[in-house]
């Protein structure tokens, strides 16, 4: 947490908690860094489901080449917020009035899951044209990650036996050009995971096209970049992630990469900070009750796991009776939801908390707000704060 975030936070009231911060000057950082360690050939799109926040996507529009969208809402979304940038639109299931969207102008790239969906679109095209890439779900072993979503069975993308189809309909139609292919197979993964499954990928992909005939220029290899929730301080390797890329790019000259991540750019950006409301004890058992929960925060909720947390200290106990407090011991830490999956951290050691300390929980920039089921319980809403970046001066200040 920066000073300046901390002091932000020590200066709010009890009741404006809990609060959703969002560090732009962290997040323009990091975004940047990210984009310095790729190289010139690989284009970096912005997965926006992660967390479109308009304030988030002003700041990356300045870092990245464009924003991967995957329904016409956030399509619309990112039209409004960052005009004129480039966007790619994929995900499944895209309704006759979505593909229309996405053909009255401002998407570059329209990613094809499935046969039907060619279909829709070469009845809607009229005179237009469009440029597409064919989302694949190749059978590559991905040996444990958290979240696969391909190399077997799975509604996301096409089967390389239904490909042939597709190149049947795109010869019969010059509106569709065909760039290349599409791959986003798994998340968590770290950058040797990632890299090793790029040269899978570009391998089949050049196979491919090569004894297809196909012309192909592109490949878009999705996000899915690891966040590490156990070990906030162990990033995903972006230096040793984007010197690999810069050998695939020259084992494969003629063709432009581009990656879309969501969650390792913006998650790190982001603190849910609430406060102690109450501390008990249940068959010898601390729980932490905190203001807000999981309806705000679903994070820790799907994905199993302990948030991480920093507890900011708060002196000042002016109640007549003693505040209760664990020390030296574990606590479960949870919402005010009536529900026992309302945890945010399970067990997790803590050397003193009281009633009235706060909470930051970290890595709450991705996934977090924008999953969750906020109206079950009908409690408030939390504030959104947005700590500026200062802008970055090229000389001194005059
Ligand atoms: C969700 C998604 C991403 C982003 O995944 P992260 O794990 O957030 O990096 C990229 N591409 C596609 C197609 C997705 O569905």
Redesign the pocket.
Known sequence: MRPQLLQHVAELGAEDLPVYVYDLQDLSEHAAAIRTALPERVELFY?A??NSDPRLMDVLSDHVDGF?V?SGGELHHIQRTCPGTAIAF??PGKTPAELEQALQGGVDRL?IESEQELHLLTGLLGERTVDVLLRVNLPIALGPVALAMGGRPSPFGLEPGHLDRCLALLADDPRIRLRGIHV?LA?GLDATAHLDLAGQVLTWASEWADHKGVGLTEVNL????GVDYARPDRRFDWAAFGAGLRRLTEEHPGLTLRI?????VTVYCGWYVTEVLDLKRSHGHAFAVLRGGTHHLRTPATKQHNQPFRILPADTWDRPWQRPQAQDEPVTLVGQLCTPKDVLAREVHVQRLRVGDRIAFALAG??AWNISHHEFLMHPAPQFHHLDHAPVLAGPHP
């Not at 999705?222 to 970049?225: E, N, V």
């Not at 879309?260 to 390792?264: L, Q």
């Open positions: 997965a489901k992660a991967e995957a994929g995900g990613h986003h998340s999705g996000g899915g970049m879309e991540p969501g969650r390792a991705a996934y």
